[in-house]
């Protein structure tokens, strides 16, 4: 599977992104796909993840309720839908995927990763 994030940019503090991740591959649907951002001198950390089937999400708690991740597998993509931003959002953001059925937070169990895209939030 080859993951291809898009849609970061620059957006002042309460605005929203769409970021998307297209996939190749046609085992797409058997992946569970997450998302993890890196902000500048911090370590890679957990975002989202979504199930195979789009049915369960789970996310971490400083984006809890402002974030929102949600997948298509007629078009192997999976979406992160960013609002509310704040300054401490600005991250590269990269999407993965996991064979693990159920939620992984674990960036070592994820197989792929996309290239990411940077998020800037100025406030």
């Known amino acids: 599977v080859q993951l291809q994030a898009c849609g970061g940019g620059l957006v002042q503090a309460g605005g929203f992104l769409r970021l998307s991740c297209a996939a190749s591959?046609?085992?797409?649907?058997?992946?569970?796909m997450g998302w993890f951002r890196q902000a500048p001198g911090k370590e890679r950390e957990f975002v989202a993840v979504i199930t195979w089937s789009g049915f369960s999400t789970y996310y971490a708690d400083p984006v809890k309720g402002r974030f929102t991740i949600s997948r298509d597998n007629a078009k192997n993509t999976v979406y992160l839908q960013v609002n509310t931003l704040k300054s401490e959002d600005t991250a590269v953001y990269y999407c993965a995927a996991t064979p693990r059925a159920g939620f992984t937070t674990r960036g070592d169990e994820y197989d792929y990763w996309g290239q990411g895209t940077l998020v800037t939030v100025s406030s």
């Open positions: 591959g046609r085992t797409f649907s058997r992946y569970g």
